[in-house]
Every structure is written in C-alpha cells, then in structure tokens.
C-alpha cells in the first residue's frame, strides 16, 4: 500500500508540471462555459436568434441558472470531455512506453501492480479534481448570469449536487479508463488517442444514429456503447430542462438509469483488470 501511495504521489508530482494535462483541463473548462453559458447567454441576449433559435428567450435564460448546474456541467460530458478524459488516460498510461522509461521505473522498489495501481490512483484523483473544478466554474457564471438578469442565484440541492458530481466523476473516469488500457495495450500514446477520440466523437454517433433510423436492430449493441450509457447517466441525474430547450448532444434516455450506471460501472472494472493483467506481462527487455 505505501508503494502504491508513493507512485501515486509522483504521477500527481509529473502531472500538476505537464502542460498537457493543464491543456486538457483548460479546454475542458472553456468548452464546457462555451457550449453551456456563452452560447445559450447570447442567444438570449439577441433575442432569440443564432444555436437556439426557436426557444423561449425566458426558457433560454433558465437553462444558465444555477439551479441548472448540474445539467449545464454535465451536458459535454458524454462528448467532447469524455474525449479530452480519454487523451489524459492515455498520457498518464502510456507516456512511459513513449518515453522509454517503463524498465526504468520497473527496476526501483515498487512491483508492477504497484505502478499500474498507483497510476490509476493519481489518474481517478486528478479526474475528481477536474470535475470539481468544472463545476465550480458553472457555479460561478450561472451566478454571475443571476445577478445580472435579477434572476434566484440559489443553488440545486446538495443531494443533487452530489449525485451530479458522482456521475462527473464516474462517467469521466470510464473514458480515462478507456484510454488507460488502450495505452498500456497498444503500449503508446498517439495510436490509443486517435483511435479513441475516432470512436468517442464518430463511431459510436454513427451506431447510435443507424440504431436509431434505419436499422433498428442494432438497439442491443447500441445500449452497450460506452458513449450511450454515459449520456443515459447523465440524464438520470439531470434535471428537466426549461420548455423549448433541448438536451445536450449525447445526452439520452436510451438505457435505463441502473442499467447505464452499471454498465459504466463495469466498463471501469473491466479496463482496470484489463490493464493491470497487460502490464504485468508486457515484456519491457
């Protein structure tokens, strides 16, 4: 326990100086106030044209209040900040094998597991941390709009707080978990990231849009699809939204609330086992 501690403390050490890490964090942030406060802000302000045209101004407003912060935060989750998770997995996995350095650490005191695990451990922290500060940021401009507009600035409540949160995390813990494995299997960092942004931002719309038109047979692997369960748990802890104003892309009510967050819950068991079992026998001579 206290190797696995020590790797973790110097993954966390690594990644508070990489400015990859502070890259995807930025773009996360930025990305996430865009598409949930900027845009619906200034459709709002110009009357109702531009990305939101035809919704109410008012239910337009409401959608980037604070009693809406769950639903404004978690609303990329399921896209472009499941991506960016993805790449950060993949860095945090497989930069080692990029670099040449896996024998390196391999012959200091902790074993295999040790590394892997602690690995994991500062990934799913520095993950915590991010979605924490996501919403914290939502916080901030969902009251600035309030008291702006002259609008409640009161918060959800923290139960709901929390289960939001809690879906953050697990959700965005599933996609880095996905680019971990990739990683330590394809034993690398640029290969995982391609293949997995290809398949978070095209494949798994692709299925979902064919599932869902013209080949209906193809719902049961839909409802499989990692991209699927994690808008489907979003969803479930989501608020509704104000009339006239639709969900997020990726956001779904395809799978049922226990069922998505148990898929994702086994997506990530799956990924650790996976990753910890290939480590442990790749050959780094």
């Known amino acids: 326990m206290r190797d696995v501690a020590a ?18 964090l930025a773009a996360a942030a930025v990305l996430n106030q865009v598409f949930g406060y900027l845009i619906p802000y200034l459709a709002y302000s110009g009357g109702g044209s531009g990305p939101m045209e035809g919704a109410p101004r008012a239910s337009v407003l409401a959608s980037t209040l604070p009693d809406q912060l769950v639903a404004s935060t978690l609303g990329g989750f399921p896209v472009f900040a499941g991506a960016l998770a993805l790449v950060l997995g993949a860095l ?59 609008r409640s600035a009161a918060l959800p409540p923290a139960a709901d707080l929390l289960a939001g949160y809690g879906a953050g995390v697990a959700i965005m813990w599933m996609w880095a978990a996905l680019g971990g494995v990739l990683a330590v299997v394809l034993r690398g960092v640029a290969l995982p990231v391609g293949l997995g942004v290809v398949w978070v931002l095209g494949v798994e719309n692709l299925v979902a849009g064919v599932a869902g038109s013209v080949l209906s047979s193809l719902a049961p692997l839909r409802d499989v699809l990692p991209g699927i369960n994690a808008g489907s748990l979003a969803a479930a802890v989501m608020p509704g939204r104000p009339a006239g104003v639709d969900s997020p892309p990726g956001i779904n009510t395809d799978v049922a609330d226990g069922r998505a967050l148990l898929t994702v819950a086994t997506y990530i068991v799956i990924c650790l086992a996976v990753t910890t079992w290939t480590f442990r026998r790749t050959d780094v001579s």
């Open 7 to 24: 790797v973790a403390g110097a993954e966390l050490f690594k990644l508070v100086r990489r400015p990859a890490a502070w890259t995807l």
């Open 92 to 150: 945090v996995l497989g930069s080692e094998h990029g670099w040449g350095t896996v024998k390196t650490i391999l012959t200091q005191r902790p074993g295999r597991t040790a590394v892997i695990t602690g690995q994991g451990v500062a990934l799913a922290v520095s993950l915590g941390v991010a979605v924490l500060v996501l919403f914290a940021l939502g916080a901030v401009s969902s009251t600035a709009i309030a008291l702006a507009e002259d």
